[in-house]
C-alpha cells in the first residue's frame, strides 16, 4: 500500500510540474520575451574584436560570404546572442549568423519593396510567433548554407513570381531594418488577447507544424 501511495504522489508531482510548464512557465516566457522586444538594443562591436569570429569561430560562413559576393557590414550583440551579418546589395539580401547558449543558426533576409520580406532560417524559435503581415518566414533543419539559400531562393522566386514583388533601389541599413523588424513584431504580438495564452499554442504546436516547410503561397496571395 505504501509503495503505492508513494507512485501514486510521483504521479501526482509530475502532473503538477507538466501542468506548471504548459500553463505557467511558456506564457511567462512568452510575455517577458515579447517585452524585450519593446526596446532592442543592438550593439556593434569594436572591429578590433571581429578577427576572432571572423577566423576561428566562423571561418566556414565567412569563407562562403566571400565566395558567393557576400559583404560583412559588422558584429552585433543582441542581449547574450552575437550576429554576424553579411549583405548582397544586388539581390537586397542579408546572410546571417546568431550564436547563443543554444546553438549555431544561420538565416537569410531577402527586402523587397512596399516593407515586404522574406527570412529563411534553421531553427524552430523563428517559427514561434505570428509573423507580422507583408513578412514571410520559413525555417528547415538544414546546416548545410548552400542547401538553405537554395530554398530561400526558390522561395524568392516563388513570391517574385505569384506577388510580384520587387527588390528596392537600395538596401536599408542593417540596424534600422533590424531593429524595425523586432519592434514590429513586438507590435503585432501584442496585438492579439491573450498573447501569452496563445503563446502556449504557438510554442508547443504552431513552430513545429511549420518547421520544413515552405511558405504557403497561397496564403501569400490572399492574406498579404
Known amino acids: 500500500m505504501l509503495a503505492n501511495d508513494n507512485l501514486m504522489n510521483c504521479f501526482l508531482i509530475l502532473m503538477g510540474l507538466i501542468v506548471c510548464y504548459l500553463f505557467i512557465l511558456i506564457p511567462v516566457l512568452v510575455y517577458y520575451a515579447i517585452q524585450h522586444m519593446r526596446s532592442p538594443q ?6 578590433t574584436d ?26 552585433y550583440r543582441l542581449q547574450q546572442n552575437f550576429i554576424l551579418v553579411w549583405q548582397n546589395a544586388d539581390f537586397a539580401a542579408y546572410f546571417q549568423i546568431t550564436l547563443s547558449p543554444y546553438g549555431r543558426f544561420h538565416n537569410f533576409t531577402t527586402l523587397f519593396k512596399e516593407d515586404y520580406s522574406l527570412v529563411t532560417a534553421n531553427d524552430r524559435e523563428s517559427l514561434v510567433f505570428p509573423p507580422p503581415p507583408r513578412r514571410f518566414v520559413q ?3 538544414i546546416e548545410k548554407i548552400d542547401s538553405l539559400n537554395e530554398k530561400h531562393q526558390s522561395s524568392v522566386a516563388d513570391l517574385t513570381r505569384v506577388k510580384h514583388l520587387e527588390f528596392p533601389e537600395h538596401l536599408p541599413d542593417f540596424e534600422e531594418a533590424y531593429l ?4 514590429q513584431q513586438h507590435e ?11 503563446g502556449i499554442w504557438w510554442y508547443h504546436v504552431g513552430r513545429r507544424m511549420k518547421f520544413n516547410q515552405p511558405i504557403d503561397l497561397q496564403q501569400a496571395v490572399l492574406e498579404n
Open 42 to 47: 543592438l550593439i556593434l562591436l569594436p572591429e
Open 50 to 75: 571581429w578577427h576572432d569570429y571572423l577566423t576561428l569561430k566562423c571561418r566556414l560562413e565567412s569563407d562562403w560570404a566571400g565566395i558567393n559576393q557576400f559583404e560583412l557590414v559588422g558584429i
Open 139 to 141: 525555417s528547415f533543419g
Open 180 to 183: 524595425a523588424g523586432i519592434r
Open 188 to 198: 503585432y504580438v501584442r496585438s492579439f488577447p491573450f498573447y501569452p495564452i496563445l
